[in-house]
């Protein structure tokens, strides 16, 4: 039986093909065409460029899809490299809008869109997590509060026994660490509240300084207090049910933050026995700011700023009797400049002065300097490089933070037998192995007995 197809083209219907075939040679058709094709193709109705159209080949499209999703290419980079290597005409893009449009079509495909419009929403990338609650080994709570949006715990066992092992008040002074807190923005439509603590068991082999760890982390909507008491209260609990030789349930621990008041209360409430060290950093840009603000002279503002915050000030006295003057002489500088900053002084900055140098007096291993928050800082500035500065899909920053967790304790692990950026402090060098006695141990042989 002989079966025809015939069509017109669209944009002049005089142009006319015919396939013909039979149903015992299906591998072998007839083609015809009638008529003349059109010297100018043109556009169709809705386009906003002239100019004749011309159908880009399929290794072309193919060419930009492999360069754009394989490699990961932006548009216009791809758009000017086969601009450059292609020989003919046939084997270029259309235009640079060809290749955008491509680009959405691979972001709608894949779920990711620019900003936070994606494939799935919020709440579908927090119904991923709850189920991963299950099992996962970084995803540990998924907390749902009426009026708020569903916060998230992260972190790994790992983190909690290190967490508590550098911090508690239990810990040799030398491995001790203040567990930091900060709250981090613009990393997804969530914010991000980390905790960080150095970890003394080892130093860098550049600045021989202790790296900094990340701890437990809060993806949360709110920055209240109710929504950190989820957060804290939870690793309170967390911490106090760790059974160990070496960790006592005493969870008594130095914490720190900047002055966001919902935050230090929420720490306060949920670890009733640690003590609190500010920001000194924050506290003085909060006091030369404020200065500015009523209008006190540049003069003035640093000659209080630098009595409060300078190398001979009042964050560094050596005892009590020192601080006592130094605060004097801020009070007085103050009265005799009219300046009608002492409520806030007395308020807001003096108490935390007084804090961090009562506990610099009393815990002799945070060393003679003003406690500031850059641990936290610096891991803050990290995370953001490590995502180009672009806001993630909550399921991809979950993800980008346990691969942060798991290259820091890869490179912890490497320590013991002295390879990678990190190496042993003498206390732990107990634990050092060699390099082979590692690699047969990975291979579940035992070094020293007959195999």
């Not at 916060?151 to 066992?157: A, E, G, I, N, R």
Request: glycine residues 6%.
């Amino acid at each position: 039986m002989l079966h025809q197809y015939k069509c017109a083209l669209a944009c002049d219907p005089s142009y006319k093909r015919q396939i013909s075939w039979c149903d015992n040679q299906c591998s072998s058709a007839v083609v015809e065409y009638v008529g003349d094709f059109p010297a100018h193709i043109s556009q169709h109705g809705n386009a906003k460029c002239t100019g004749e159209y011309i159908r880009s080949r399929p290794a072309v499209l193919e060419n930009i899809k492999h360069e754009m999703k394989v490699k990961s290419h932006k548009p216009k980079k791809v758009y000017t490299t086969l601009q450059l290597h292609a020989d003919l005409e046939r084997d270029k893009p259309r235009n640079l809008k060809q290749l955008q449009n491509c680009g959405a079509v691979l972001k709608k495909e894949s779920g990711t869109t620019s900003g936070f419009h994606t494939k799935m929403n919020v709440a579908d990338k927090m119904q991923q997590l709850c189920s991963r609650v299950v099992d996962d080994p970084f995803v540990k709570g998924v907390f749902f509060v009426q009026g708020s949006c569903p916060s998230v715990v992260l972190y790994t066992d790992e983190q909690l026994i290190d967490l508590k092992r550098s911090c508690s008040a239990d810990t040799a002074e030398s491995l001790r660490s203040v567990m930091a807190v900060d709250r981090m923005f613009n990393l997804n439509s969530l914010f991000l509240t980390i905790t960080v603590f150095k970890n003394r068991s080892v130093t860098r082999n550049k600045t021989q300084e202790p790296p900094v760890f990340l701890g437990s982390m809060f993806l949360h909507g709110d920055g209240n207090t109710e929504m950190y008491q989820t957060f804290f209260g939870h690793l309170s609990q967390k911490l106090a049910n760790l059974h160990s030789t070496e960790l006592r349930l005493d969870t008594a621990m130095l914490t720190g933050s900047d002055k966001e008041l919902a935050l230090v209360h929420a720490l306060g409430t949920s670890f009733p026995g640690a003590k609190h060290l500010y920001c000194m950093i924050h506290c003085k840009g909060n006091v030369r700011q404020h200065l500015i603000d009523i209008g006190v002279s540049l003069e003035t503002c640093e000659r209080i700023v630098a009595l409060l915050f300078g190398a001979d000030g009042a964050i560094l006295s050596a005892d009590e009797e020192t601080l006592d003057n130094i605060l004097s002489t801020v009070m007085q500088s103050i009265h005799r400049n009219n300046l009608t900053v002492s409520e806030y002084m007395q308020k807001h900055i003096i108490p935390k002065v007084c804090t961090n140098c009562s506990l610099m007096w009393t815990d002799a291993w945070l060393g003679r300097s003003a406690w500031n928050n850059n641990s936290a800082e610096s891991i803050n500035h990290q995370l953001k490089l490590s995502v180009d500065w672009k806001p993630q899909r909550l399921t991809d920053l979950v993800a980008h933070l346990h691969d942060a967790v798991s290259l820091q304790y890869s490179n912890l692990r490497r320590s013991l037998f002295g390879q990678g950026d990190l190496q042993l402090v003498p206390l732990m060098c107990k634990h050092t192995h060699t390099h082979n006695t590692t690699v047969l141990r990975l291979c579940g042989i035992c070094p020293g007995k007959p195999g």
